[in-house]
T-cell receptor, first 114, second 114 residues
Framework: GAVVSQHPSWVICKSGTSVKIECRSL??????MFWYRQFPKQSLMLMAT?????????EQGVEKDKFLINHASLTLSTLTVTSAHPEDSSFYIC??????????FGPGTRLTVL | DAKTTQPPSMDCAEGRAANLPCNHS???????VYWYRQIHSQGPQYIIH???NNETNEMASLIITEDRKSSTLILPHATLRDTAVYYC???????????????FGTGTRLQVTL
């Protein structure tokens, strides 16, 4: 149990385009989902926390208008990187939680912006 | 959440026990010690967590000192598949109906060799 999937697993896009990444909890209802970003040889950095049906809470320094998060259902959250640029190239990881059951991580999405 | 300190890297021979230390001298009374690991280009994987008693599951054992200022994760018979970055995280317990973020440090890069 407690499986989290992400789609796509990798994506390459041109600079200036937008990219949407999906995070799904497959066998449980996730009241809260988290989005992390990880640059090469660095640790995971939390970008935002989203609760189903409400606006996401962004960490300091993360642009909410650039990284749009939607958590419309208890099993799906999406992260849209708008007007992507090469510096947005990174490994994006989501996690899902249902209160006391802890956090379960997705496999990650590697974004490359050309 | 309390800060943790881990050695940046460790080596271990396959079949031997891997003992990964973590210092968390500022841990407070209700904070748990969690361990996750991240295999290259994958999302983090939960390993184990504990409060003050030693814990064991099918993956590992967690030894927490009596003063709770440090802990050791033990992989009893390391295999090549255990090569990963191991993160020790201290935080308040997950509670039903709430979910709180995890703060990842730099972790310990464990290299298991033949």
């Amino acid at each position: 149990g407690a499986v989290v999937s992400q789609h796509p697993s990798w994506v390459i896009c041109k600079s200036g385009t937008s990219v949407k990444i999906e995070c799904r909890s497959l066998d449980f209802q996730a009241t809260t989902m988290f989005w992390y970003r990880q640059f090469p040889k660095q640790s995971l950095m939390l970008m935002a926390t989203s609760n189903e049906g409400s606006k996401a809470t962004y960490e300091q320094g993360v642009e909410k208008d650039k990284f749009l998060i939607n958590h419309a259902s208890l099993t799906l959250s999406t992260l849209t990187v708008t007007s992507a640029h090469p510096e947005d190239s990174s490994f994006y990881i989501c996690s899902a939680s249902h209160g006391g059951q802890g956090q379960f991580f997705g496999p990650g999405t590697r974004l490359t912006v050309l | 959440d309390a800060k943790t300190t881990q050695p940046p890297s460790m080596d271990c021979a396959e079949g031997r026990a891997a003992n990964l230390p973590c210092n968390h001298s500022t841990i407070s009374g209700n904070e748990y010690v969690y361990w996750y690991r991240q295999i290259h280009s994958q999302g983090p994987q939960y390993i184990i967590h504990g409060l003050k008693n030693n814990e064991t599951n099918e993956m590992a054992s967690l030894i927490i000192t009596e003063d709770r200022k440090s802990s050791t994760l033990i992989l009893p018979h390391a295999t090549l598949r255990d090569t990963a970055v191991y993160y020790c995280i201290v935080r308040a317990p997950f509670r039903t109906g709430t979910a709180s973020k995890l703060t990842f440090g730099t972790g310990t890069r464990l290299q298991v060799t033949l």
